[in-house]
């Protein structure tokens, strides 16, 4: 990862528009897809706490450059450092980008985020915890992360557990990729606008001069019109997710899944018994760990829980997954990773529960989140 002193060159990866009450930023590392940078995130982190306290910051839009809201975090800058050894660089671009998603959940004024185009991984942490998120024709979610040797962290393991039935439990196991209209029908989108018409909605958001949700929700709702889902959607299975993915163990799962192949000749059944299968067997179990702890946790307890796991992941101690994961779909790109353990089977319970544990290091600690105070209701319930 590049160092990590802040310029005002650095900054244009974040651009920041002031228009009457309203802050209007755009991600901006377009041939990146806009993959978040350590400087990209610690320019938002200094962004939010400063517009958190300012009375004269009523609105946060947040959208994406080009063709993508944000594909996720630079998680190759992370590889990179660590095969040079240093672990702890990347633990500190997490630690920075997860108080960035507490904030943004526990933010004290509303946040739109308009998802036109791709947001994975990182790009939802940024997103999903805010109070209004705008999904379009072109939106196109994900949580890759299994498929990476990762788990679905930024909080994922909050948002992801509190979707209907055990969808969050199908999307980040399988990494599967849904359209606009899945992200509303699921909920990780509160709105749906044809992308023709941001530009006027975000002119009526700035004209409104407003902070109060009822009122932001008022204007987008004019915008907004009712996608239907396409014929062969997964969220048209939510009987046969709930039934598949409600089982214990990742074993389980997959045996549910192909009987189920077995009873229907389903293509969406075999084709995420695929997913499954391709994915890092030990991200498998620790994902489905994470998302079942989640559903009983705020967002706080969650990031806390993820930062021990993606600190243990970094550290490589139980397996190097991550590091050989980004190898073959992000730099090599032969999309053949080699796993180990290379099979469920060999994942034991003892070497999950390792990634839940505190590291051993006496330099390290958990991640501390900033106070909050004078929260809105909608920021309490999620702690």
């Not at 974040?14 to 930023?25: F, I, M």
């Not at 979707?163 to 909920?187: N, Q, W």
């Not at 397996?319 to 779909?329: H, L, M, N, Q, T």
């Not at 994942?347 to 900033?370: G, N, Q």
């Amino acid at each position: 990862m590049a160092s990590f002193n802040s310029t005002g060159v650095d900054e244009d990866q974040v651009l920041v528009e002031e228009k009457r009450s309203v802050r209007l930023l755009t991600l901006n590392r377009t041939k990146q897809l806009n993959a978040l940078s350590f400087k990209m995130v610690s320019r938002l982190l200094e962004l939010f706490v400063s517009y958190d306290t300012d009375p004269s910051v009523k609105l946060v839009v947040v959208k994406g450059k080009g063709r993508a809201f944000c594909a996720g975090g630079d998680v190759s800058a992370v590889v990179h450092d660590l095969k040079q050894g240093d672990w702890r660089k990347g633990a500190y671009f997490f630690q920075k980008e997860f108080i960035l998603n507490y904030l943004m959940a526990t933010f004290s004024k509303p946040q739109v985020s308009l998802l036109n185009g791709i947001v994975m991984g990182g790009g939802a942490g940024v997103s999903i915890h805010g109070r209004f998120r705008v999904a379009t024709e072109k939106s196109v979610f994900a949580m890759p992360e299994t498929a990476l040797g990762l788990f679905p962290d930024v909080g994922a393991s909050y948002y992801l557990s509190r979707l209907p039935g055990f969808f969050g439990e199908y999307v980040g196991l399988t990494g599967a990729r849904l359209d606009g209209a899945e992200m509303l029908a699921c909920g990780l989108a509160t709105h749906f606008v044809v992308s023709e018409k941001l530009k006027d909605l975000e002119e009526a958001l700035c004209r409104a001069d407003t902070s109060p949700p009822c009122n932001i929700s008022e204007i987008i709702d004019k915008f907004t019109q009712r996608p239907i889902l396409k014929e062969q959607s997964a969220y048209h299975r939510l009987d046969v997710i709930d039934k598949c993915f409600s089982r214990r163990t990742v074993e389980d799962i997959l045996a549910a899944l192909e009987e189920e192949a077995l009873k229907k000749k389903d293509d969406w059944a075999t084709s995420t018994i695929q997913a499954l299968k391709k994915a890092s067997p030990t991200s498998l179990k620790i994902s489905l760990r994470s998302i079942r702890e989640g559903r009983l946790q705020g967002i706080g307890q969650c990031l806390i829980r993820e930062y021990r796991m993606v600190c243990h992941v970094l550290r490589g101690e139980v397996s190097k997954d991550f590091v050989e994961g980004c190898r073959a779909i992000l730099l090599d790109k032969d999309h053949n990773p080699k796993w180990e353990p290379s099979n469920l089977g060999l994942v034991t319970d003892a070497m999950v529960e390792r990634y839940f544990s505190r590291i051993e290091d006496e330099d390290w600690e958990d991640l501390k989140l900033p106070a909050r105070s004078n929260l809105p209701a909608s920021a309490i319930s999620k702690l």
